[in-house]
């Protein structure tokens, strides 16, 4: 499945270019008998219908004429939404100084799960400074260590 993912993302890659996109992920899943080619993409002003009914278009010709996929399945070409996923370096710089939500895959000071505003990122380490009860912590997250990131709405 990695390869299709890679597949799509290559064939995809000069549309972003040339509509001035960026690629957030692409998910292919099977969900009870159907299967789903989900390509999330997203610009510094937002992605609206038109934005995501572009890419569609020009992203399903391109599936059509290489055939990657051996089977029918449904593309669906979407924003990431308000809780955009961080998966790579620029979306952790990117999100310096908004709320995120940290999971991961071993205990940091006895908890596996933090939200709270992203305040530095170096390639090596999260910090991300938590509210417990009414003081505030840096808690220092190495990379390695995270299972997954977004980021989270915070109300107030």
Same mark, same amino acid.
């Given at each position: 499945? $990695?390869? /299709?993912?890679?597949?799509?993302?290559?064939? =995809?890659? +000069? @549309? *972003?270019?040339?509509?001035?996109?960026? %690629?957030?992920?692409?998910?292919?899943?099977?969900?009870?008998? $159907?299967?789903? %080619?989900?390509?999330? /993409?997203?610009?510094?002003?937002?992605?609206?219908?038109?934005?995501?009914?572009?890419?569609?278009?020009? %992203?399903?010709?391109?599936?059509? !004429?290489?055939?990657?996929? +051996?089977?029918?399945? *449904?593309?669906?070409?979407?924003? &990431?939404?308000?809780?955009? &996923?961080?998966?790579?370096?620029?979306?952790?710089?990117? =999100?310096?100084?908004?709320?995120?939500? @940290?999971?991961?895959?071993? +205990?940091?000071?006895?908890?596996?799960?933090?939200?709270?505003?992203?305040?530095?990122?170096?390639?090596?380490? #999260?910090? #991300? !400074? #938590?509210?417990?009860?009414?003081?505030?912590?840096?808690? !220092?997250? +190495?990379?390695?260590?995270?299972?997954?990131?977004? %980021? =989270?709405? =915070?109300? $107030?």
């Amino acid at each position: 499945m $990695s390869k /299709i993912t890679e597949v799509v993302e290559e064939l =995809a890659a +000069p @549309i *972003f270019q040339e509509l001035g996109l960026e %690629l957030v992920e692409i998910e292919y899943v099977k969900e009870g008998k $159907s299967w789903f %080619l989900r390509v999330y /993409i997203d610009k510094d002003t937002g992605v609206d219908i038109e934005d995501c009914g572009l890419v569609s278009e020009r %992203l399903s010709e391109k599936l059509d !004429e290489v055939d990657p996929i +051996p089977h029918n399945y *449904f593309l669906e070409v979407s924003s &990431p939404g308000a809780e955009r &996923p961080l998966k790579k370096d620029k979306d952790f710089e990117k =999100a310096i100084g908004k709320n995120v939500y @940290i999971k991961t895959y071993e +205990p940091i000071d006895g908890e596996k799960s933090f939200e709270g505003t992203l305040t530095a990122f170096d390639g090596q380490t #999260v910090k #991300v !400074e #938590v509210k417990i009860k009414t003081r505030k912590k840096i808690i !220092e997250i +190495p990379y390695e260590k995270v299972a997954n990131a977004r %980021l =989270a709405v =915070a109300f $107030s």
